[in-house]
């Protein structure tokens, strides 16, 4: 037996329709229902909701975020209750874990990162936290802010080390990608023995970005149009590229939100544990 057209199995499927809602008798003549039309017009319907439903997502995705007043208080944990929106780290070599009031560091293996993050988006913002040596030779051992974290694991930091040196970069593709902002540079107020604080600061009003480490704002040197950043020495505060210009503020617009993280990084063989507590996040002034 033949298989019917295509013609044939759309005329059969009109019919269908047509004897279940017509009237059946024959005797007068009544127009047609347009059943093609309201089938296209259905199909029409269908594909305007879809890509309405694609255009809000990506309105879900674009960097947007609530505005907020300068100064208003958005968040604020001193890591005593209310901690299960962090996500916290247990390797055996590398641990970022909330106990006894604060946020733990601990590495005991070289090239070792730990970063608890916060389930919360940030547009616009000032964040705070304070930092602790608490053990270890503290050779090259880095506590870092991560902020504007994205999904695929991009994001940008703010680090400060145990030689007392601060730097600023991005990361690209997925993570695979590490471009320096600002290389690392010296300077005097950050605080480098045991049991010492400092207080890590950005503030970020879109996508102009500042950097402070206790209360005090750090010079950036950017890139300008070289490959990457350089200043001229280790100790020097004065930059090499961007025209030998130093900066005090940055503007980067790559992400526009995201959520915060708060680590370190163990760059030695032996390890440093280290604390980190009092995460304050304002609007920026």
């Not at 004897?19 to 005797?27: A, L, N």
Request: net charge negative; with cysteine.
């Amino acid at each position: 037996m033949a298989l019917p057209t295509k013609t044939e199995s759309l005329d059969a499927f009109d019919h269908a329709l047509r004897s279940m809602f017509e009237d059946t008798d024959t005797t007068t003549p009544k127009p047609s229902f347009p059943w093609r039309f309201l089938l296209g017009t259905i199909g029409f319907l269908i594909v305007v909701l879809t890509v309405l439903n694609i255009a809000l997502a990506a309105l879900r995705l674009a960097d947007f975020s609530t505005p907020v007043l300068p100064g208003q208080l958005m968040y604020i944990t001193t890591f005593d209750a209310y901690n299960s929106q962090w996500s916290e780290v247990r390797d055996a070599s590398a641990q970022a874990v909330i106990h006894n009031s604060a946020l733990n560091l601990q590495f005991d293996a070289p090239d070792r990162s730990a970063y608890a993050t916060l389930d919360r988006t940030f547009g616009s913002f000032d964040i705070r936290l304070d930092s602790t040596w608490r053990s270890g030779p503290m050779a090259y051992g880095q506590i870092g802010l991560r902020y504007r974290v994205q999904d695929s694991g991009d994001y940008y930091e703010f680090s400060i080390d145990t030689r007392g040196a601060y730097r600023v970069e991005m990361v690209r593709d997925g993570g695979k990608t590490h471009e320096i902002l600002s290389d690392w540079q010296r300077s005097t107020h950050i605080l480098t023995g045991l049991n010492e604080t400092n207080q890590l600061r950005v503030m970020a009003r879109n996508y102009v970005f500042e950097f402070y480490v206790n209360d005090q704002q750090l010079p950036l040197c950017l890139r300008g149009n070289d490959a990457r950043p350089a200043w001229t020495d280790f100790y020097s505060g004065q930059c090499k590229t961007n025209r030998g210009q130093v900066r005090q503020e940055m503007v980067e617009q790559t992400y526009g939100s995201g959520k915060i993280a708060v680590g370190g990084e163990n760059t030695d063989r032996a390890g440093f544990r280290a604390q980190i507590d009092n995460v304050l996040v304002y609007g920026p002034r």
